[in-house]
């Protein structure tokens, strides 16, 4: 079954990758170079994962929040104000992120 979720396209681009749900600054051990970073929001505390992440996607956030400022910046696709991405994305679930079209998708959900 495929999920498909939508935001703020907040920086531009597509790209795929496995799903890693972060809650916190305890659990950034767990993110790996190439895993989308999806998370609740980010402060400048989440900034060196934006160094490994293929792209972003938050439950807050719009066009002029750090998320989104970040992911320009590094050049990966944001996708952000996913209302229920924490509860709606299984964590390495392979996610197809559109940041132009601010669009999520997931071919495996709960």
Known sequence: ????????GASTGIVQGPARLIHGPDEFN???SGDVL??????????PLFGMASAV???TGGMLS?????AREYGIPAVLGVRDALEMLVDGSRLTVDGAQGTVTAADNK
């Open 1 to 8: 079954m495929t999920t498909i979720l939508t935001g703020v």
């Open 30 to 32: 767990l993110f790996q």
């Open 38 to 47: 999806v998370c609740r929001t980010t402060d400048p505390a989440w900034t």
């Open 57 to 59: 996607v938050t439950q």
């Open 66 to 70: 750090h998320a989104a400022i970040v």
